[in-house]
C-alpha cells in the first residue's frame, strides 16, 4: 500500500509500506477517514533528520519515517488471533484511541496509556497512523463510533474535537460560564462549538479573520481579534470588569497564554491544550492573587473519547461542519500546503 509520510521542513512523500497483517491481540482496519490535527502542522513543519516534531514534543521516536495521521477512523477488516468477539469483530466501525502503553500500569489501565512511564507509540506519530489504506493496531485502542455518526466526526473525535471536549470537562464548564477559547483552529472552534452546546457564553479569538468569521458560525457569541488591542482588556469589558470564569489556549502562543491567564476571573481557570512553545506569568499578580487554576490537559482518556463521541450523537452536534476541505490520499501534498496557511478549516482524507 501507500501511505503518507512528513519528511520533514515541509515535505511530505507517498511511500510504499507491506499491506499490514494482524499478529496476536491486533486488528487491522481498513481506512474511511484520517483527519488532519493542529499537532501535525508541528510534525509537518519539524526540520529534516534529528528527532523531528515528536522529540521536540517530548513524545519520544527516533526520528525514523512512519505513516502520518493521528486520527484514524475506519472499519474492522482483519483481527488476529486471541482478540475476543466483544473487542474487536470484522465488519465493526471503529475509531482508534491512537496511544499504545504498557497495557499493565495504573495509567494503562485507567485508559490513559499516553501517560504510561514505560514508552508510548502515539500513532501517526511514532508508531504507523491513519493516513493509509490501512492500518495495524492493538485492539484494545478501539473506541466503537455510534451509528449515527459519520467517519469523518469520528476522525475529528479521535483527536482534535476529543481535546476540546476533554479540556472543557476538566475545566468543568457549566452553562453558566462565560469563556475566552484563544486560537480558532480545529480543536479551538471544537471547543467553541462544544462549549456553546454545553450552554455557555463563547467569546473566541483568532488572529484570522477567516478564523473569526469560522467561530461565528459554530456558535460563538462574539469573536475578537486579540491584535486588535489588548485582549485582557477586552474581555474584562465584556464581563463586568471581572474577567471569564473559563479561559482555553488552543493556540499555543505564548502571549495568547499570559493573555489567558490574565483575562481570567479571581477563582477562575485556565486551561492549555496548545502544544510546544513556552509562557512566561508574574506568578504573584497573575496567579496567586487572584486564586487561579491553571490546566494543563493532554487528549483523553479511552473511556472520555466514547464519551465524546456519545455527546455528539445524543445532542446531533454537527462535527461533519468542521470540515473545510476533504481529500483523497494522492493529495496530501497540497492538502497539508493549505492547511499550513492556518486560516482553513479541518481538513480531512477520506479513503
Ligand atoms: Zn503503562
Ligand atoms: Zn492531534
Redesign the pocket.
Known sequence: MRAVVFTGDRGLEMMEFPDPEPGPGEVVLRMKASGM????LKFYRAPRGGRGGAGSLGLGGDGSPCIAG??PCGIVAAVGPGVPENLAAVGRRVMVHHYKGCGVCNHCRTGWPQLCRAGIVVYGVTGNGGHAPYMKVPAGTLVPLPDELSFETGAAIS??TG?AYAALRRMNLSGKDTIAIFGQGPVGVSATQLARAMGARVIALDVAAERRALALRFGADEALDPQAGDPVQALRERTHGEGVDLALDCSGNPAARAAAVRATRTWGSACFVGEGDTVTLDVSQDLLRRQITVIGSW?FSTAGQAECARFIADRKIDVDALFSHRFTLDQAAEAYRLFDTQTTGKGVFLM
Open positions: 490535527c493542529g499537532s501535525d493521528h486520527e483527536c482534535g481535546t487528549t
